[in-house]
């Protein structure tokens, strides 16, 4: 029988044989990293709860969600609740009521939510409804199903009980003609097209749980679908390991699962930081030749098991909102690999 030692060396000799398949960036390697984790590192203590969402809209979503988990709502209930917030924002104008619509002058929206256990629910492309959030929670909570789209998703909305309501403010409309004068689609780095919410929790029960919803992309083809609302590009978790989420353009997310690769990788050991770095790295590989590159600004949110935090980008000027016990709610600014010259 194999003594613990030799277990041991066993299991870190086929994790390194995954790492090096699965954690390929096409950087050189930094070695530490490679460190597969000491197995007291499993017991270090939890900081939670957390809360961590992108962009500044990000801060009154957490203070909300940070308020119903405080007040003992489960929590999707509570995330439900802070994304509500920015959906509702005429201000915000990449999310929810008053996003700028499609080429046809439709506001249609995507979005997502998963628990600790994996269960997710998704809409996309879904006209009409005010809070896309609460409908990606329904399918969750209501159909044997993860996504419903398009007119589908209204109709499975209207059935439970969701008002069809218009979404386009008379700004957004204003702006959409504007734009019909010249029909030039070229994506706006950190302004227009990349400002989706997407938000993680580690809960007081040290669970972990995330969501995204968005307008997607100002002036995009009636009909695209971004990766906010696709479990394992917008958003990922793995309640053993950590979670992740991203923002930025849905193209280049969906084309790497970017955030299922960011949680396989803090599943190997690396931190929230690294694995957020690596993935848009690797990104940024992938793209450095694409017709995208001219416009292309991605950035990762990670949240791993001991409630350890990161935000990382390919371009400067993103942030994230953070909300814990220790320093309250505040912004922080990620940092990115390369900057951004307008």
Known sequence: MSNRRDFIKKTTLGTLAVSSVLGYSGFAKNTKEEKIPEIEDLGKKQKKPIIISTWNHGLPANEETWKQLKAGKPALDAIEAGMKIPEADPNVRSVGYGGYPDRDGKVTLDACIMDHNSNCGSVCFLEGIMHPISVAKRVLQNTPHVMLAGQGALQFALSEGFKEENLLTPESEKDWKKWLEDSKYKPVINIENHDTISMLMLDQD???AGGCTTSGAAWKMHGRVGDSPIIGAGLFLDNEVGAAA???????VIRTAGSAMVVELMRQGK????????????IYNKHK???DMEYLQVGFIALNKNGEHAGYSLRSGFNYAVSDDEKGHRMEDAKFKMAWEK
Not at 246 to 251: D, F, K, P, R, V
Not at 271 to 282: L, M
């Open 289 to 291: 030749n694409h017709k």
């Open 271 to 282: 931190s929230p930081f690294d694995a957020c770095k690596e993935i848009t790295e690797r």
């Open 246 to 252: 991203a923002t930025g353009l849905g193209e280049a």
């Open 206 to 208: 040290g669970n972990l």
